[in-house]
T-cell receptor, first 115, second 115 residues
Framework: AQKVTQAQTEISVVEKEDVTLDCVYETRDTTYYLFWYKQPPSGELVFLIRRNSFDEQNEISGRYSWNFQKSTSSFNFTITASQVVDSAVYFCALSEAEYGQNFVFGPGTRLSVLP | NAGVTQTPKFQVLKTGQSMTLQCAQDMNHEYMSWYRQDPGMGLRLIHYSVGAGITDQGEVPNGYNVSRSTTEDFPLRLLSAAPSQTSVYFC??????????????FGPGTRLTVT
């Protein structure tokens, strides 16, 4: 069965601090995909990154970086030098090849960046 | 491109009433889905469709019906509303209906309250 855990319910940091959001997943499939989405206070869901299970390279996009480790079934997300605009709920999601596009979402981590 | 559109944005229903949440996309995506978002639970899949004329159940289908007569539209019907269906509903679409999973594009959401 597929499952995504985001153990951090809420995190507060002060602007310019670095913050890491944890994501741990469970799957029996060897082919799967991992995603991160951002949900700002306005409520829309914004796609951030997609990673497949065969690509363990870490990725950096500006202040955002992602660390994918199959050995620990984790796909963690780090924001460097956080800004107030980073305040949002962040969701990690998993899809297995067997189930095609059907995503399983984690419960989300609410990040508050204080000025 | 309008992307994924949903109507209405807000709705209040009385217990036992029925209604249809509308969803449309103009990206010619094969895959469309409906999720509900409840506090602390992330997003859960209600129903999905891998193409016109094809629908299937997700994790929490009870009390909901869907149909997909065109590629563009994927309405969600609440048959007899219950307070447990109070939630925020998101429609999403993406490329692909096979085993390669792509990011889903989400609509702005419909906030439904059942009294």
């Amino acid at each position: 069965a597929q499952k995504v855990t985001q153990a951090q319910t809420e995190i507060s940091v002060v602007e310019k601090e670095d913050v890491t959001l944890d994501c741990v997943y469970e799957t029996r499939d060897t082919t799967y995909y991992l995603f991160w989405y951002k949900q700002p206070p306005s409520g829309e869901l914004v796609f951030l990154i997609r990673r497949n299970s065969f690509d363990e390279q870490n990725e950096i996009s500006g202040r955002y970086s992602w660390n994918f480790q199959k050995s620990t079934s984790s796909f963690n997300f780090t924001i460097t030098a956080s800004q107030v605009v980073d305040s949002a709920v962040y969701f990690c999601a998993l899809s297995e090849a067997e189930y095609g596009q059907n995503f399983v979402f984690g419960p989300g981590t609410r990040l508050s960046v204080l000025p | 491109n309008a992307g994924v559109t949903q109507t209405p944005k807000f709705q209040v229903l009385k217990t036992g009433q029925s209604m249809t949440l509308q969803c449309a996309q103009d990206m010619n995506h094969e895959y469309m889905s409906w999720y509900r978002q409840d506090p602390g639970m992330g997003l859960r899949l209600i129903h999905y469709s891998v193409g016109a004329g094809i629908t299937d159940q997700g994790e929490v289908p009870n009390g909901y019906n869907v149909s997909r007569s065109t590629t563009e539209d994927f309405p969600l019907r609440l048959l007899s509303a219950a307070p447990s269906q109070t939630s925020v509903y998101f429609c999403a679409s993406s490329y692909g209906a096979g085993q390669r999973s792509y990011e889903q594009y989400f609509g702005p959401g419909t906030r439904l309250t059942v009294t």
